[in-house]
């Protein structure tokens, strides 16, 4: 029998790395982005992890736990020594290697396997950019692989796992996902041996303790970090903000009447037609991994790329069982066997098959490499960043060399951190957790100019002020006696108080 040199599987894994890689070639900054990249530059530049706050004067000196370090400085010299570009390919990279591990994970029909990865690769991409967060995701993706290797295939978790906690906690202070997913299995493997479920690979007794052991030494190796023992408590630490879930849209609930966050309604669709046609029971770990992230999904939008990620392996393997039970129901059917036949059989065979094949192949490398030609463009990455930073309000900024302190928007915080200091530091930025509950509800009041802000401004002596151009502070700057705007387009507007004016 004729094999091919090219077989379909083979072209569908290509296929799908291609497609995932091309597709996560874009700007690769958002609002936080330019913070990490000015921290990674501080870091690099003064040999040191900074332990207080160096970048703002409303917080100047206080303790800052910068959590990201280590990840800082990784994306700090992929941009040091390739700009946007290298940056770009970096994030790329880490996507493609994340979404591997899954592929890794996923047993069943070659073609609901792509179909999966693919579509869940697309509905992370709401955390592909420059950040901590997106390396947390890679080891998010590398946890999973090690517990998948360690129930289905007697894999090792020692020394591994503790390694990977202790690189975590030096790069996001999202490790507390690896110790969620390990309870998941922890838990989920007892009431397996609970409910007598023969239908998986179930762990022993034994290797139960053992994980439960992993756990303990990884959670011991949390503390391994510049930030020592407060790294134990910063998770808590962060989600007790409830400013965070209140205005900053990833700590938010999907809004599903948006576009970009509708793939997710077709996995949660996917897992319950998965789940309810497989005709068998549910393994407990899949069903509780399933369970916790559906509802951390639906708590907060930046677990929605989190979801996507431990959800594929198991949505692939209950889709195919599905789909398995579904051709034998058609293929009693005459008609439908019939059909059946004819859309399994080759197109073509032997040599023409390869044929077909490669030129898929090169007709998706190439769409790829045009796409990225096109999103690695410095026209492409500058127009980017224009549309979402005040590039012109800062140029002005710098030049008439407004006099400090400067009041600025959260959003564009990082920005005027990587640009203007340390000429200039900010007022508010996006570490919610250095500035505190109180201290961003102070800030929202002066941004809305409800009640007092002409006193608050006066608190901070500010003297210079950035903000949206269309924003209610602006409105009402625009009318205070001793305020000049000294600069507006359709994003930002530069106002300077005019000291003559007196206080």
């Not at 020594?81 to 970096?90: E, V, Y």
């Not at 990082?414 to 007022?427: A, D, H, K, R, S």
């Not at 007092?452 to 401004?457: K, N, P, R, T, V």
Request: with cysteine; aromatic share 14%; net charge positive.
């Amino acid at each position: 029998m004729y094999l091919s040199s090219l077989p379909l599987q083979r072209v569908l894994t290509v296929f799908v790395f291609v497609a995932i890689f091309a597709m996560a070639v874009r700007m690769p900054a958002d609002t936080d982005t330019w913070w990490h990249l000015a921290s990674g530059r501080y870091i690099v530049e003064q040999r040191a992890i900074p332990l207080t706050d160096p970048f703002s004067y409303t917080r100047y000196g206080m303790p800052w736990i910068n959590h990201g370090w280590l990840a800082q400085i990784f994306w700090y010299a992929l941009y040091h020594l390739g700009s946007w570009q290298l940056l770009a390919l970096g994030v790329a990279a880490l996507v493609t290697l994340a979404w591997y591990l899954v592929w890794l994970q996923c047993e069943g029909n070659a073609y609901v396997r792509a179909m999966v990865v693919v579509w869940g690769a697309i509905t992370s991409s709401v955390i592909w950019a420059a950040r901590p967060q997106l390396v947390s995701f890679l080891l998010t993706a590398l946890v999973s692989y090690l517990l998948y290797r360690y129930k289905h295939h007697k894999g090792r978790l020692l020394p591994w796992m503790p390694l990977v906690i202790l690189v975590w906690a030096n790069v996001h202070g999202g490790y507390a996902i690896a110790f969620i997913v390990m309870g998941c299995y922890l838990v989920g493997e007892a009431l397996n041996h609970l409910t007598c479920h023969h239908d998986d690979a179930v762990l022993s007794t034994t290797r139960l303790r053992h994980l439960g052991l992993v756990m303990l030494l990884s959670f011991a190796a949390v503390g391994v970090n510049p930030h020592t023992w407060h790294m134990w408590v910063y998770p808590f630490r962060t989600v007790g903000i409830d400013v965070l879930r209140e205005f900053i849209q990833e700590w938010q609930s999907p809004d599903f009447h948006q576009l970009w966050q509708q793939p997710l309604l077709l996995l949660f669709l996917g897992v319950l037609l998965a789940l309810g046609r497989s005709g068998r029971r549910a393994d407990f770990s899949d069903l509780l991994i399933l369970g916790v992230w559906t509802i951390a999904a639906l708590l907060a939008g930046r677990n929605m790329a989190l979801f996507a990620l431990l959800s594929a392996p198991i949505l692939v393997r209950y889709s195919s069982l599905a789909l398995e039970h579904q051709l034998e129901d058609w293929r009693a059917l005459p008609h439908m066997q019939r059909w059946l036949n004819g859309t399994t059989r080759p197109l073509a065979s032997g040599r023409a098959q390869t044929v077909l094949h490669g030129a898929f192949l090169v007709l998706v490398v190439c769409a790829a490499i045009l796409k990225i030609y096109v999103a690695l463009q410095p026209a492409t990455l500058q127009k980017a960043i224009r549309e979402t930073m005040p590039v012109d309000a800062v140029s002005v900024l710098r030049a008439q060399r407004a006099p400090g302190a400067l009041f600025n928007s959260y959003n564009w915080g990082g920005y005027l951190i990587f640009t203007l200091w340390p000429e200039y530091q900010v007022f508010v930025d996006g570490r919610t957790d250095l500035y505190d509950d109180a201290f961003l509800r102070q800030y929202l009041a002066i941004h809305s100019a409800t009640e007092g802000w002409q006193e608050q401004l006066k608190r901070y002596n500010v003297r210079t002020v950035l903000v949206e151009a269309d924003s209610t502070l602006a409105r009402f700057l625009r009318r205070e006696a001793g305020w000049q705007e000294r600069f507006r387009d359709q994003m930002a507007t530069l106002f300077i108080r005019d000291t003559a004016a007196g206080e």
